[in-house]
């Protein structure tokens, strides 16, 4: 099994519209979380970090965490061409190192 | 703006060759990461460092070798490049901690033939 795993997508949704993302991990002490947005031919940079269970929202990202079923998924509302990436969800499995999942990617319909 | 830089950004090269991929940070950062990355599939951690003469071997297995002389410097090491070392190397560092953030370089595609 995978530590972190992703809908595989691609996911491709209309100008203005939420793009749904989702990401699941196997360990269950893992206590960070993060998404990375990757454009083509780029490298990974951060976008959110979440660390208890509940919504954190930053501009129209919204982060979700559900520690009791390792879930994590991210929203992004009124999506914009600029939002078309891959997405990557990344879990800290300790002594800080990071293990990521193989990314969802998305593309925002003008 | 991450201040992380990697040389060079693409690389081709022949079977048997010895390749020295550079990465420096000018952030201060004790923690340093290589990665490895093909396309459509997850980034692989294969080198890490805590800080000066500390090195680690990843989650995948690398026939690569790493050294952390000075704090900036992450160099990435393959005494004898085969086609199966074909891929793009992702250097990366952290503050650690609390911090987990994890800032990347632009990469170097390796294309070995």
């Known amino acids: 099994q995978k530590e972190v795993e992703q809908n595989s997508g691609p996911l491709s949704v209309p100008e203005g519209a939420i793009a749904s993302l989702n990401c699941t991990y196997s360990?269950?002490?893992?206590?960070?979380f993060f998404w990375y947005r990757q454009y083509s031919g780029k490298s990974p940079e951060l976008i959110m970090s979440?660390?208890?269970?509940g919504d954190k929202e930053d501009g129209r990202f919204t982060a979700q965490l559900n520690k009791a079923s390792q879930y994590v998924s991210l929203l992004i509302r009124d999506s914009q061409p600029s939002d078309s990436a891959t997405y990557l969800c990344a879990v800290n499995i300790g002594d800080y190192k990071l293990s990521f999942g193989a990314g969802t990617t998305v593309t925002v319909r003008a | 703006e991450a201040d992380i830089y990697q040389t060079p950004r693409y690389l081709v090269i022949g079977t048997g060759k010895k390749i020295t991929l550079e990465c420096s940070q000018t952030m201060g950062h004790d923690k340093m990461y290589w990665y490895q990355q093909d396309p459509g599939m997850e980034l692989h951690l294969i080198h890490y460092s805590y800080g000066v003469n500390s090195t680690e071997k990843g989650d995948l297995s690398s026939e690569s070798t790493v050294s952390r002389i000075r704090t900036e410097h992450f160099p990435l090491t393959l005494e004898s490049a085969r086609p199966s070392h074909t891929s793009q190397y992702l250097c990366a560092s952290s503050e650690g901690g609390a911090n987990e953030k994890l800032f990347f370089g632009s990469g170097t595609q390796l294309s070995v033939l």
């Open positions: 360990d269950r002490v893992s206590q960070s």
């Open positions: 979440i660390y208890s269970n």
